[in-house]
């Protein structure tokens, strides 16, 4: 549907579009929640995870396990953005963005398990591969 409505645009920019909006919902929708989760949680905060992509952007990587409090906007390249894809954001920071935002309390290791899977150094871009032998 995307395809025809934009006159025939190719398939993989039709994903983009779906794949971008469709985040973009989730996203509003979660920072949505956060704040009014705010109001019955003093000092709840949120957590910027990055995407698993294979090449993630380096400003993407850069911000992956910063919090801030809920109603404050991350830095991101700088960049103000509530949360990933968000809709003041550029293109440049929004589309194809796969990061996500994450509530953290006092005590809280919800997203830790995220923040430890695959990490990247930031200064190179490249994963870090722990040897498990």
């Not at 645009?9 to 949505?32: K, M």
């Not at 830095?75 to 440049?92: T, Y």
């Amino acid at each position: 549907t995307i395809q025809r409505l934009l006159g025939g645009a190719t398939r993989e920019r039709a994903r983009t579009i779906l794949y971008t909006e469709v985040g973009r919902v989730y996203a509003v929708s979660a920072q949505d929640s956060l704040a009014q989760a705010a109001e019955l949680l003093p000092g709840l905060r949120k957590r910027w995870v990055r995407s698993g992509k294979l090449h993630p952007r380096p400003e993407h990587v850069v911000a992956h396990g910063k919090v801030q409090l809920v109603n404050e906007p991350f830095v991101i390249g700088g960049e103000k953005l509530m949360h990933p894809r968000d809709p003041k954001g550029s293109a440049r920071n929004t589309i194809n963005c796969g990061c996500l935002s994450v509530p953290v309390t006092d005590g809280s290791t919800w997203g830790q398990a995220t923040m430890r899977l695959d990490p990247f150094d930031a200064a190179t871009n490249l994963r870090i591969v722990r040897d498990t032998r």
